[in-house]
């Protein structure tokens, strides 16, 4: 049996390449050091390199979740708010009629009782057109600034205002006008004009008949508020929940990429002292003329 001959060209070469094997896994581990990352191209781990693509396409897509919750949020914020002012608004006005009815009353004092109602159908209105961020949160998917016209007629356009904030969660983040004030010609804003008008004409049965439906108006956003609460409690939980599974995620994601510290700082240690030790023997044993290789 022959064995192939080792001349001293082949012993080079190959001593050559395992240094340079040698050289380029020092590199790589002081590149993993300096970037704090183990896969700083495709090449280095392929497999790993198919993970974090994964893991950083779904973590869009929860931040996207988020960023829906949050501007819902936002959104059933400001109409809480609204209702909560226009509750309050009703509840003056129903206040000042009680008092046209309960107590003997001049003119001028009917007068000034149906100026503050109508100084509050008025407020109301104003109400009525909250916005945020430049859409009224009463005027369902209208292009308009507002919801309700200076005569209190509803100017917006019907429809539901929705926000994906889960994987196939959708939740309506407004409310419409039309469900919170009344249709338009049994509107709030209707009832408060007839309120005005019969403390004026010092009409008590009149007064009574719009006091009642100021009560029924009071229910209706109650309603209206109580269902827009229950959807922002939708809309919270939707945001923990995208947030819990970024965090996650975001577990996942270091644990494929992100380089352990002391174990490649070891590595290292130990591929310089190896690398020395290469080269210490390559250079003993690659003579570089007979004369040294006699000597």
């Known amino acids: 049996m022959s064995v ?10 190959r001593s050559l390449e395992n240094l340079q094997v040698g050289l380029g ?41 988020q ?3 949050q501007d819902g949020a936002s959104w059933l914020s400001t109409v809480d708010n609204a209702l909560t002012t226009a509750t309050d608004t009703v509840r003056n006005a129903r206040e ?14 009917r007068a000034a009782l149906a100026a503050s109602v109508d100084q509050l159908r008025e407020s109301l209105i104003g109400t009525a057109n909250t916005a945020y961020l430049g859409r009224p949160v009463f005027g369902g998917v209208t292009a308009g600034t507002t919801a ?3 005569s209190g007629a509803f100017v917006g356009e019907p429809g539901a205002v929705v926000r994906t904030v ?15 004030f009344g249709a338009d010609g049994d509107s709030v804003f209707t009832h408060l004009s007839a309120l005005s008008t019969a403390i004026t004409a010092g009409d008590d049965a009149a007064v009574g008949t719009a006091l009642a439906a100021l009560a029924a108006d009071l229910d209706r956003l109650g309603t209206a508020q109580a269902e827009a609460g229950t959807r922002a ?28 510290l002391a174990a490649t700082v070891v590595q290292l240690q ?3 002292v190896a690398y020395q030790a290469a080269l210490g023997a390559t250079a003993r044993v690659l003579q570089p003329s007979l004369r040294e290789f006699l000597r």
């Open 67 to 69: 960023r829906a919750a």
């Open 4 to 13: 192939g001959r080792v001349t001293q060209s082949m012993l080079s070469h």
């Open 270 to 272: 130990l591929q310089e």
């Open 166 to 180: 889960g994987d196939g969660s959708r939740v309506r983040v407004d409310v419409g006008g039309q469900d919170a």
């Open 148 to 150: 309700y016209d200076a």
């Open 233 to 260: 409690a939708r809309v919270d939980q939707a945001a923990q929940v995208a947030a819990d599974a970024e965090l996650r995620m975001k577990k996942d994601l270091s644990a494929v990429e992100d380089v352990d």
């Open 96 to 109: 000042l009629g009680l008092q046209a009815v309960n107590g003997a009353m001049g003119q001028s004092s």
């Open 25 to 65: 896994r020092l590199g790589q581990l002081q590149e993993q050091l300096t970037s704090g990352k183990t896969i700083n191209r495709p090449s280095d781990s392929p497999s790993g390199t198919s993970s974090a693509m994964r893991l950083r396409t779904s973590m869009t897509q929860v931040q996207q979740f």
